[in-house]
């Protein structure tokens, strides 16, 4: 399945911070920014992390539920979120379902060593169930102020 704008967003039920299970189907009725990152504390990762956290309030005013994603333990989640005081639930996708689902690990090398890791993209997904927005390869700087404007259009 290829992911593609005004499709219905793949399905997921995966296990968030809290160790609550979040399924897609149940947030209909939202607009949800769907955003997958390589890792928890990492530089870009934090910036993103606490940018998204900074305009919690404009997000909740677009009618908006932010859930990111990466390859991480609940337990390394729930550090991150405690260490920046994150407003948001992360998904722990250590089976990598839900990066399969939207496509978005790939080959990246590091010293030479090649590996399968996530490429930084997000999604938003409309209250609808289907895909509003597609960024991939994701520069961190200015990135939620882009998601914010996207939000704004959808919402008219």
């Given at each position: 399945m290829t992911i593609e704008i005004s499709?219905?967003?793949?399905?997921?039920?995966?296990?968030?911070?809290?160790?609550?299970?979040?399924?897609?189907?149940?947030?209909?009725?939202?607009?949800?920014?769907?955003?997958?990152?390589p890792k928890d504390d990492t530089p870009g990762c934090t910036i993103e992390a606490q940018d998204f956290t900074k305009n919690i309030d404009k997000f909740m005013a677009l009618d908006a539920v932010i859930l990111g994603v990466s390859k991480d333990s609940v337990k390394k989640h729930c550090k991150f979120i405690e260490k920046y005081n994150l407003a948001f639930n992360l998904i722990s996708d250590e089976d990598k379902e839900?990066?399969?689902?939207?496509?978005?690990?790939?080959?990246?090398?590091?010293?030479?060593?090649?590996?399968?890791?996530?490429?930084?993209?997000?999604?938003?997904?409309?209250?609808?169930?289907?895909?509003?927005?597609?960024?991939?390869?994701?520069?961190?700087?200015?990135?939620?102020?882009?998601?914010?404007?996207?939000?704004?259009?959808?919402?008219?």
């Open positions: 499709k219905i967003a793949p399905s997921f039920n995966a296990i968030c911070d809290d160790e609550t299970n979040i399924e897609l189907s149940e947030l209909r009725g939202k607009n949800v920014v769907l955003y997958f990152y839900v990066c399969s689902k939207y496509e978005v690990l790939k080959e990246k090398s590091m010293f030479g060593k090649k590996y399968i890791g996530i490429d930084r993209s997000t999604f938003i997904i409309d209250k609808k169930g289907n895909i509003a927005h597609i960024w991939r390869g994701v520069k961190v700087n200015g990135h939620v102020d882009e998601i914010l404007e996207k939000l704004k259009e959808i919402e008219g």
